[in-house]
Structures are given as C-alpha cells and as structure tokens.
C-alpha cells in the first residue's frame, strides 16, 4: 500500500511500474494520480469516474489535513454506515478585532466562525501615537502568547479606524487625534510576526451587518453615529471605498453652511448635529450635567423630561437631512443605523420614516443594529477570518 500526500492509499500490487510512475510524477496530487491512473489497467470509464471522485476530495483532504477541516458525527438510527460529516475547526486559529477610537481601544479575539472568546478595553489617556502603538503591540502579543496553542495561533489582526483610510492601508487623517499620513500598519507589522490590516470603522461595521445579519441585502448601507457619524457601503458584497479608499466619510457632509466649526477645516457638518457624541454634549451643556450616559437617557425619555425629548426630536431632525441625501445618493435596499441613542427611543424608527417624505426617496428596509458597539470589532474578526480563509463570501451566524 502507498499512502500519497493527500492522504489516499491506494494498491500498488507488484506493477513496480505504477510504483516508479506515482514517485516521479508531478508534485501537484491531481496531476500525479492522473499519471498513476494511466498505468493501471483500467477502462476508460472507470478511470475517468475514480479521477473525478479523487480530484474533488483532494482539497478537504488537504484541509483535514491541515487542521482546518475535522470530521463529526449526526445521530444516525437507520442500517448502515454512519455519515461522516466535515466541519470547519474552529478552535485551529483565532482572530483579533480592535476598534480604535478617540477616548478608548476595543479589543475582541474570536474563533474561527466570529464567536468572540475574549474581549478588553483600554483607556486612552491621550492621543500621541507612540503611545498608542505601544498599547496596540503590547495587547496583541499578550494574545499571541494566550492563544499559541492553537493550531494556527492569531490567523490575522484588524483595526477598525475613525478617520480615513488609503487604499494602501495607511492612515490619511484621523480627525479626533489629528493624525496625518500614519503606517499603522507597517508599524505594527515590524514588531509582530503577523498579518495586519488597517480599514475605516464603518467600513467594518458594514462587513459585520452584511456578515452577521443580513446576509442577502445586495446594496446595503451601514450608518455609525457614535463619536461621529461613519457609512459603510456594500454593493454585490464588495466595500465601496473610491478613489483614495475616502468614501463614508459622511459626518463631514455640510447640511450647515455657516454652522459650527469642525476639526476638519469645514463648518456646519453633520456629525455636529446628528452623532451621538454631539448630543450627549449639547445635552450636558442644557441641562448643566456632565458625564451623561445611556442610562441617565433612557430615565430622563421615561419621565417625559421635556428638555431631553426635545433634543432627541432636534437630534432626529438633523440625521434625517443627512440621511435623505444619502437615500437619493445611492438608493440603498438596507439602510441599518448602528446607535445606542435611538434604540432607547421607543418612537424613533418611525419619527424617522415620517420625516423621510419625499417621493424619490426610496430604500427597501431601515433597520436598527442589533450589533450596536460591538459592529466594528465583530467585522474586523470576520474581516480577518475571510482573509485568512481565502474565501470570497462569508457568512456566519450571530454569536
């Protein structure tokens, strides 16, 4: 018996020639057994019939292999042979997802389908970049070395970025620290011995929503209203990213010529009206209360508190201009807005159709995010996963 490299044994009998053939023949296990194949004596049918069953077993045996496939068993009641199933081995490699933001760093690790298995946040106590890119290689390593064991390690690091992101990978401007022209990802790579990839958060959070949720939607929209305000665009399952990789940069759509001044250079653009963090600001300064939360929010929206209701309808008002722009822009089937602030608002989703009145306007389905925060990491794992897999679809279910 001859064991070949892809794990099939085959009979060589004493056809020493069969034997000689198999040994010198190409090193591609398709293109070898062609050649065993032809010295046998064998019909052509039969031949033909054996090469095609090999050739499409050879690549999950390959992956078997390799670790990445493992064989389980269904609870089977009938005679006969039990099937053997093949599933993806999770558990041969891990992922890590880092949603880098202004005041703080996300970091998720999941396995190989996107199930998060270890999630931490650091604090940042300011913006210098050294020090940033310290934090990042220090954790990353840290999980290096938690999950080693495993057969594939860490498969691949993606860091999700507020800001714009080049089609190189590097970093064009990242407003809230005020970085410039920044190699994140070079810098990272040159101190740890794995792949890394730098994309725009929203970016992110429309490859989770695609990924995780709505794994039909051929044009989807994923709108990000927290620090400031993100989109993320999917067409044919493919990101829309333009020229230099600057497309979603959304919250720096003026909707006020002469409104507040913003770090990008501009004035009156909508992330100053319409995101999250710019409301709990306004919000603060009305009510004279710093350090507002979701929960003080939601409690304030119970006991009908005039002042809040009102900055959430002034709040809606503003999201909706943007937000009608964007319908007649690229007339999305799904429009999922990823914000903590509206799921708290029983009437939000319908304020806001109420106000999308135009006759042009048209979209198939709003949807609020059931991934909510945790959108940009979950789509940087999955993002990783992807690449590490070779694979040009994927679609995993919610953890």
């Not at 690790?109 to 020090?131: A, C, M, R, T």
């Not at 429309?206 to 989109?231: D, P, Q, R, W």
């Not at 939360?293 to 508190?305: S, V």
């Not at 304020?351 to 135009?358: D, G, H, P, V, W």
Request: charged share 20%; with cysteine; proline share 4%.
């Amino acid at each position: 018996m001859c064991k070949t490299s892809f794990g099939l044994k085959v009979s060589l009998s004493s056809n020493d020639n069969a034997a000689c053939a198999f040994r010198d023949s190409p090193s591609d296990p398709s293109e070898k057994l062609a050649t065993f194949l032809n010295i046998l004596p064998l019909n052509e049918e039969v031949r033909f019939l054996f090469l095609t069953f090999v050739r499409t077993l050879i690549p999950y045996l390959q992956l078997i292999e390799e670790g990445l496939l493992i064989e389980t068993h269904q609870e089977y009641y009938t005679v006969g042979r039990k099937p053997i199933m093949l599933s993806l081995n999770y558990h041969a490699g891990y992922a890590i997802g880092i949603d880098l933001d202004y005041r703080d760093i996300t970091f998720t690790v999941s396995d190989l389908i996107g199930k998060p298995v270890s999630s931490d946040k650091v604090e940042l106590g300011n913006s210098y970049y050294d020090e940033v890119l310290e934090i990042l290689i220090s954790q990353i390593n840290k999980y290096k070395e938690t999950f080693s064991q495993s057969r594939y390690g860490i498969v691949g690091v993606v860091i999700g970025i507020h800001g714009t992101v080049k089609n190189d990978e590097t970093i064009g401007f990242v407003p809230q620290h005020k970085w410039h022209n920044m190699n994140l990802k070079g810098d990272l790579e040159q101190h740890l011995d794995l792949a890394v990839s730098i994309e725009n958060n929203a970016n992110l959070c429309a490859f989770a929503e695609k990924v995780f949720s709505c794994h039909t939607s051929e044009i989807l929209i994923s709108i990000n209203m927290y620090s400031g305000i993100g989109l993320g665009v999917l067409m044919n399952g493919e990101l829309v990213k333009g020229y230099l990789g600057y497309t979603g940069e959304i919250g720096h759509m003026i909707i006020n010529p002469d409104g507040k001044p913003c770090n990008c250079g501009n004035s009156g653009c909508w992330e100053l009206y319409a995101s999250e963090g710019s409301f709990f600001k306004q919000l603060s300064e009305k009510l004279d209360k710093s350090k507002l939360n979701y929960r003080d929010i939601e409690n304030f929206i119970k006991a009908g508190d005039p002042v809040v209701i009102n900055e959430i309808d002034e709040f809606i008002k503003y999201f909706v201009v943007g937000l009608n722009n964007i319908i007649n822009l690229l007339n999305p089937e799904t429009l999922v807005l990823n914000s903590e602030l509206l799921k708290l608002f029983p009437e939000a989703e319908s304020k806001i159709k109420l106000r999308l009145s135009s006759s042009i306007s048209s979209y198939k389905e709003i949807l609020l995010s059931e991934l909510g925060t945790n959108a940009c990491v979950m789509g940087a794992c999955a993002l990783a996963i992807k690449k590490f897999l070779e694979i040009p679809e994927l679609s995993l279910p919610v953890a």
